[in-house]
């Protein structure tokens, strides 16, 4: 049971997949708020550096207990390095150093809220996935209820060319990432997963946090709090069950789930450090979640129970 996959168990536990759209959302959303509370006391790329040395020591240390199988072929292997390239490194460096670079926290939601769009757009070439035109409907109203959201919360500054390219670039990598393990990921056990993606984001940030920053680190409560929370939930179980979903559904309903990251994302800062939230921006909410629900990613549940009967 322990060597099975993660994507293996979802399937054949059609009750419980109901929930993991709702959790993933939650748990993903939450590590912006937790981020800007760690970044109070620790460099950007330091941090980043940080989160990933702990979460390879603890994958490392569930590995020598567990033993799980590794990749079998050199192509699994390249898989999940290129897989871990795209999301972890890419992603959140070039999202790090366009916070260097001047972007503002509205301005790189707006950008990122476009990887639904571009996945839709490329599923039926890279994922052999046809989009709907029901669905394309849902998709442009969760675009358009993200937008709402972060435009009504967010206070646009200037930013330079080159943090909007890091942005760019960053929403590459996350889309990149996303169609690569729809198209050719294979299943493995999460623990030797997480490890090797995780150890190449680290083999790639930690250089730049040496080469750029003082790697200084004001221990507090706060901090290790907001450290626990991005390894815990947003690290480990919510790119997990990211990863799962994309396996097990199509990875246009799966993407759709990014709408609603910007309102809930929005109601954590509300929460936790006090952003306000204008009528606006609940508006928004509701378009983003009506948006999400019209291009079905909250419909992974009947894709996954389908290829669970097949598959018996």
């Excluded at 939450?30 to 109070?40: S, V």
């Excluded at 390219?165 to 623990?191: C, D, N, W």
């Excluded at 507090?220 to 994309?246: K, W």
Aim: with cysteine; proline share 4%; glycine share 8%.
């Amino acid at each position: 049971m322990m060597r099975r996959s993660l994507s293996t168990t979802i399937s054949q536990n059609p009750w419980w997949v109901v929930w993991v759209p709702w959790v993933f959302v939650v748990l993903w959303s939450g590590g912006f708020a937790f981020a800007k509370i760690g970044l109070l006391y620790a460099a950007p790329l330091t941090f980043l550096a940080l989160r990933y040395v702990v979460l390879v020591a603890l994958l490392g240390a569930i590995y020598i207990v567990l033993r799980p199988p590794l990749p079998s072929s050199a192509r699994q292997w390249w898989d999940q390095i290129v897989v871990g390239f795209c999301i972890q490194a890419v992603y959140f460096v070039l999202t790090y150093f366009a916070f260097i670079l001047g972007v503002s926290a509205g301005a790189f939601g707006v950008i990122i809220s476009f990887q639904p769009i571009l996945v839709a757009l490329s599923v039926g070439r890279f994922a052999d996935e046809n989009v709907s035109a029901g669905r394309w409907l849902g998709i442009v109203c969760g675009l358009a209820g993200a937008v709402i959201v972060i435009v009504a919360t967010s206070d646009f500054d200037s930013t330079s060319l080159l943090g909007v390219l890091a942005s760019i670039g960053a929403l590459a990598g996350m889309t990149t990432g996303t169609l690569y393990e729809k198209r050719f990921g294979s299943a493995q056990h999460p623990v030797s997963a997480n490890l090797i993606q995780y150890a190449v984001a680290l083999i790639v940030c930690a250089p730049f946090a040496l080469l750029l920053e003082d790697i200084r680190i004001e221990w507090n409560t706060e901090f290790i709090v907001a450290l626990g929370y991005l390894v815990i939930a947003n690290s480990l179980i919510s790119l997990t069950l990211l990863l799962a979903m994309i396996r097990q559904g199509e990875v246009s309903r799966v993407s759709s789930l990014f709408f609603l990251v910007p309102p809930t994302a929005a109601l954590f800062a509300w929460a936790l450090i006090g952003e306000t939230m204008p009528p606006a921006a609940w508006l928004g909410m509701v378009a983003a979640v009506f948006g999400v629900a019209l291009a079905g990613g909250m419909q992974w549940r009947g894709k996954a129970s389908a290829d669970s009967k097949a598959a018996r």
